[in-house]
């Protein structure tokens, strides 16, 4: 089961940042050792266990990269035009049976492997068939048309490496060298809670005051993209002693516990009391917004993370702690996100030392350049401020104001979802 360290957290005094929440947790969590042989067709999104070097060149022989004619490049015409006898027809799939001699040319198609005694190839556009011989141009430069053996990836490199998420290309590749089967990671599992006594499942009777719970349903998809094993503990009712053991009885059977509701400093909000009954609280606070209350702890070596109620600040908050946190834990390479540069289209006032995610929807402009629209109302609880936007423009913490005009960092939300 995973492990989180609790030496070197912070607890108390100043908010942390972003980023020295995101290092800590990248430093401190060991990463699950158990590994799964997977067949390819299901290996898009796990984590790879081993690096995979070239058991073969790719392409695995030299072959032509057009259809058209196989020649020498010692028989290439230098100043003008020249016949040459068609000696043959060479399909993908097939190999010649006899070589090219010279002021021969053999008749070849994209993918077919070179003859012996040619190494060129001209393109059957460029050519002219008279009879049972072809007029080839001059000009055309030794090679031309032509994809060496090992061109794309020589035997013996490197060619993915360990704590890569496969992706569909990468899937390719592996198919490319033949393999059908692949060590990874096994799925990391994730036990979900929501808290609060306002919250009622989907197809329950809900009761005058109370909600329909969204956000154990939100984070549950955004665990599923990310390939992690899903446990639905539903709702946990506002009682610190019921939390407890909930948490308790899932935490030596899950790899990490997540929790959404409940983090913040009213009377009824259990999540900070329960942790420290069980376990330990080793960050609490981060200087972001939407977002600032964010509980981490660990419980009988199972790291545990509390988001808060709101759905915008639980999905913004789970990109930036529980997205890194399942990386850490399936020993997946750690990538920074990469917000594309937009034009502001809005002006917008933030506080100094903390960083900020505005909902924007991106539009061109009428000289053509992206720009990003903000949502015209700010609250944390707008489901629709997520629905009806494109993604979300990052304010670092040295940012103070924002005027239409000004390059801004976007990030989208399929970027933050995968």
């Known amino acids: 089961m995973a492990q989180l360290s609790d030496d070197c957290f912070a607890f108390g005094g100043p908010m942390m940042s972003v980023d020295e929440a995101v290092a800590l947790i990248a430093e401190r969590v060991t990463p699950v050792l158990d590994v799964e042989t997977v067949a390819l067709a299901v290996a898009d999104g796990r984590i790879l266990a081993n690096d995979i070097q070239a058991p073969l060149p790719l392409p695995p022989f030299t072959n032509s990269a057009v259809d058209g004619y196989a020649v020498a490049s010692r028989d290439l015409p230098q100043k003008e035009e020249q016949a040459f006898a ?28 070179m003859p012996e005694g040619a190494d060129t190839v001209f393109m059957q556009e460029d050519v002219r068939v008279e009879g049972d011989k072809v007029v080839l141009p001059a000009g055309l430069k030794p090679g031309a048309n032509v994809r060496p053996a090992g061109e794309d990836i020589p035997a013996g490199h490197a060619a993915l490496r360990a704590g890569q998420r496969l992706r569909p290309q990468d899937v ?66 506002d009682d610190r002693a019921a939390l407890a053991r909930a948490l308790q009885d899932v935490a030596g059977t899950h790899d990490l516990l997540l929790t959404t509701g409940g983090v913040s400093t009213g009377e009824e909000d259990h999540v900070k ?7 330990r609280l080793v960050l609490w606070r981060m200087a972001i917004k939407p977002g600032r209350p964010v509980a981490m702890g660990i419980i009988g070596g199972t790291p545990f993370i ?29 990538e920074k ?11 917008y006032r933030k506080k100094i030392a903390r960083r900020e995610y505005v909902r924007v929807s991106l539009r061109r402009a009428a000289d053509g350049a992206l720009e990003a629209e903000k949502f015209p109302r700010e609250g944390a609880g707008l489901l629709s401020s997520l629905v009806d936007t494109d993604g979300l423009v990052e304010l670092g913490e040295d940012i103070t104001q924002v005027e239409p005009g000004q390059t801004v960092g976007f990030l989208s939300y399929a ?3 995968s």
């Open 337 to 347: 996100l990469q917000p594309m540069p937009v034009r502001a289209g809005f002006t």
């Open 415 to 417: 970027s933050l979802t």
């Open 273 to 279: 009391a329960s942790v420290e009954s069980i376990g």
């Open 86 to 113: 068609v000696t043959g027809r060479l399909q993908a799939g097939s190999a010649a049976t006899a070589p090219v001699r010279p002021g021969q040319a053999m008749r070849i198609f994209t993918g077919a492997p």
């Open 172 to 237: 390719a590749l592996v198919a490319a060298f033949g393999l059908t089967q692949l060590d990874v990671v096994r799925r990391i599992r994730v036990a979900v809670f929501s808290t609060g006594n306002e919250l009622a499942s989907p197809g329950e009777v809900r009761a005058a005051p109370q909600l329909f719970d969204s956000n154990r349903f939100m984070l549950m998809a955004m665990l599923a993209r990310l390939g992690c094993d899903v446990s639905d503990l539903g709702i946990i009712r």
């Open 306 to 334: 509390g988001l808060p109620g709101n759905p915008v600040a639980s999905f913004v908050t789970f990109v930036h702690v529980v997205r890194p946190t399942i990386l850490a834990l399936s020993g997946a390479m750690q």
